[in-house]
């Protein structure tokens, strides 16, 4: 009897497994160069990983962040939070004012 043909992960999948597989011990997400991902990703799918990571990020199944030499990324749930623009300026504008007085 023929053994039934392997099922594929989905790029969704895919990436959430290997977040999870990947990440070290302290880290909450990958860095998708130096974790080995993308080159993984290539060889699972024969596809670019950048396409479906930004795919995943825009869709909120995963979040993304500029890294150098690539990417970290992150399962939702786990990514660190992103200090609002509005909250930031007030930081910078408050602590100059402490400055000045």
Do not use: C, W
């Not at 895919?14 to 999870?20: G, K, Y």
């Not at 130096?34 to 080159?39: I, L, V």
């Not at 199944?61 to 990417?71: E, H, N, S, Y």
Request: no cysteine; net charge positive.
């Amino acid at each position: 009897m023929a053994k039934p043909a392997a099922v594929k992960l989905t790029h969704e999948e895919f990436t959430l497994q290997a977040i999870s597989a990947l990440r070290k011990d302290g880290y909450k997400g990958i860095h998708t160069v130096f974790s080995g991902f993308n080159e993984a990703f290539r060889q699972y799918f024969d596809r670019d990983p950048v396409e479906a990571t930004k795919a995943l990020a825009d869709e909120g199944k995963i979040v993304l962040r500029i890294a150098k030499g690539g990417a970290t990324i992150y399962l939702q749930d786990d990514a660190p939070k992103s200090v609002a623009g509005d909250t930031a300026l007030a930081q910078i504008l408050g602590a100059g004012d402490a400055k000045k007085k």
